[in-house]
């Protein structure tokens, strides 16, 4: 079975710092995808990226990077220079082919970026 | 340009009244979701389903249910809302593996 374990519960940083969200994940199968979502207060999940377990390359865009570890099943997602507008709750979530391509999602990290 | 569409966004309705919560997606795919989520928490997966008349329960037990007449249309129902019900209700769609297309949620809440 699936499972996504999000240890941060909350965090809470001043802007300019840079910050780090950690996802483990248990899976059984090799062809799996990981995703981030953002979920701001207006309640909608905003994709943030994919990236599937053939592909273990880092992923910077912008400010946001996300480190790809197979070896400690561990997808880290930092924000570098956080924003104010960064605040939000951010997900960690995982597909895989036996679970029939449904998604499970971490208990999400409650990000607060303080001026 | 949403191509899922929720509706309503937000209800408040009373204790007992049949509610149904609308998805509805323009994109042709066969797999469509349900999650629940309390403010601030995890989603868990309520229903799911992979194509026209097939219907599974997720992983969390709900008193909902969901029909799956047409491709493009995912309909959640309460038969008597309760307050327990109040929740964020999302739906969404997927192709594969990793084509997920989320709603904009329904907000609920039961007095």
């Known amino acids: 079975a699936q499972k996504v374990t999000q240890a941060q519960t909350e965090i809470s940083v001043v802007e300019k710092e840079d910050v780090t969200l950690d996802c483990v994940y248990e899976?059984?199968?090799?062809?799996?995808?990981l995703f981030w979502y953002k979920q701001p207060p207006s309640g909608e999940l905003v994709f943030l990226i994919r990236r599937n377990s053939f592909d273990e390359q880092n992923e910077i865009s912008g400010r946001y990077s996300w480190n790809f570890q197979k070896s400690t099943s561990s997808f880290n997602f930092t924000i570098t220079a956080s924003q104010v507008v960064d605040s939000a709750v951010y997900f960690c979530?995982?597909?895989?082919?036996?679970?029939?391509?449904?998604?499970?999602f971490g208990e999400g990290t409650q990000l607060t970026v303080n001026p | 340009e949403a191509d899922i569409y929720q509706t309503p966004r937000y209800l408040v309705i009373g204790t007992g009244k049949k509610i149904t919560l609308e998805c509805s997606q323009t994109?042709?795919?066969?797999?469509m979701y349900w999650y629940q989520q309390d403010p601030g928490m995890e989603l868990h997966l309520i229903h799911y389903s992979y194509g026209v008349n097939s219907t599974e329960k997720g992983d969390l037990s709900s008193e909902s249910t969901v029909s799956r007449i047409r491709t493009e249309h995912f309909p959640l129902t309460l038969e008597s809302a309760r307050p327990s019900h109040t929740s964020q209700y999302l739906c969404?769609?997927?192709?594969?593996?990793?084509?997920?297309?989320f709603g904009s949620g329904t907000r609920l809440t039961v007095v």
């Open positions: 899976t059984r199968d090799t062809t799996y995808y």
């Open positions: 994109m042709g795919h066969d797999k």
């Open positions: 969404a769609s997927s192709e594969r593996l990793y084509g997920y297309t």
């Open positions: 979530a995982l597909s895989e082919w036996t679970s029939g391509s449904r998604l499970t």
